[in-house]
């Protein structure tokens, strides 16, 4: 009955927010496809090569365990972090690896950048992309044009609006999930 990100094999998994309000590990790893814990890494579906986190839910207030389950992330969730609040949650559930920082850019357009160069492939226009709010939130999804065949084959999904690359504002972020719904 849990949600689920509806492919698999994808490039980038871009994430809008992570908290302790939204998972106890800050990203439901169920719907991530990516586990680390004491008996090392593993992985499910769906196989995602890089995960991408925007933002720290504000309602987690300021504790960001999970933020290691991410390969980017951003120099303002960084700074949301209350550290002794995310590294007492990590020793505490005996998984000091979910609290590692990841590499982190200032905008998310260097991030996703980072990203499309460690993903292997040629082209951006090859990449397998989805993002998501958060890992509790998955009714709506922006995906790239490279998952239309996943989508026409799957009945179980409806493509609402027309394609568009992603847009950044002008300090180089994602607009926001439900702006793109008005389009």
């Known amino acids: 009955m849990m949600g689920h990100i509806p492919f698999d094999l994808l490039d980038i998994l871009i994430m809008d927010y992570i908290g302790k309000n939204i998972s106890g590990i800050g990203m439901d790893s169920n719907i991530t496809g990516r586990h680390r814990d004491i008996l090392g890494d593993f992985y499910i579906d769906p196989h995602v090569k890089r995960i991408f986190v925007r933002e720290l839910s504000p309602d987690s207030d300021g504790n960001g365990h999970g933020i290691g389950l991410a390969d980017f992330t951003t ?17 505490t559930a005996i998984s000091p690896e979910k609290a590692a920082i990841p590499i982190h850019f200032v905008t998310d357009r260097e991030s996703l950048e980072a990203c499309a160069k460690t993903t292997g492939l040629n082209s951006m226009k090859e990449a397998r992309i989805v993002r998501i709010r958060d890992t509790a939130t998955l009714e709506l999804l922006q995906v790239s044009k490279a998952l239309l065949p996943d989508i026409l084959s799957n009945h179980d999904l409806k493509q609402i609006t027309e394609w568009t690359p992603f847009q950044f504002d002008n ?8 702006s793109l719904l008005s389009q």
């Open 75 to 91: 120099k303002r969730l960084v700074d949301a972090l209350d550290l002794k609040k995310t590294y007492t949650n990590a020793i």
């Open 171 to 178: 300090n180089g972020n994602l607009s926001e999930l439900s």
